[in-house]
Nanobody
Framework: VQLQASGGGLVQAGESLRLACTNSGCSFNRYTLAWFRQAPGKVREFVAAIRYVNPTRPYYADAVKGRFTISRDNAKNTVYLQMSSLKPEDTAVYYC???????????????????WGQGTQVTVSS
């Protein structure tokens, strides 16, 4: 599994961005896919996750619920994070993560994922 994240940038508060993470290795079909973020001086935190079972039921951190949408395109081996109504506190490096067999109770834990992308910077100005 080799994950490549893209789509970050500098935007103003209230604007939108879409991140993408593509796997150039094996098929994504049976992987749980997630996005985490890490702001300077802070620990990496969970943003969103989507399982391969029941992909219509994504999971979100409370801080992004209603503003961010995670989706997956297995045919393209890509997971997306559509971010709307961005706030300055959303500024961080965003990482995609993947693994098989992530149990429901561990979805929000970075330690549950073996594969990580390189990160893409999102900066939201006020």
């Amino acid at each position: 599994v080799q994950l490549q994240a893209s789509g970050g940038g500098l935007v103003q508060a209230g604007e939108s961005l879409r991140l993408a993470c593509t796997n150039s290795g094996c098929s994504f079909n049976r992987y749980t896919l997630a996005w985490f973020r890490q702001a300077p001086g802070k620990v990496r935190e969970f943003v969103a996750a989507i399982r391969y079972v029941n992909p219509t039921r994504p999971y979100y951190a409370d801080a992004v619920k209603g503003r961010f949408t995670i989706s997956r395109d297995n045919a393209k081996n890509t997971v997306y994070l559509q971010m709307s109504s961005l706030k300055p506190e959303d500024t961080a490096v965003y990482y995609c993560a993947a693994d098989t067999g992530v149990i429901l109770s561990a979805l929000t834990e970075a330690s549950a994922y073996s594969y990580w992308g390189q990160g893409t910077q999102v900066t939201v100005s006020s």
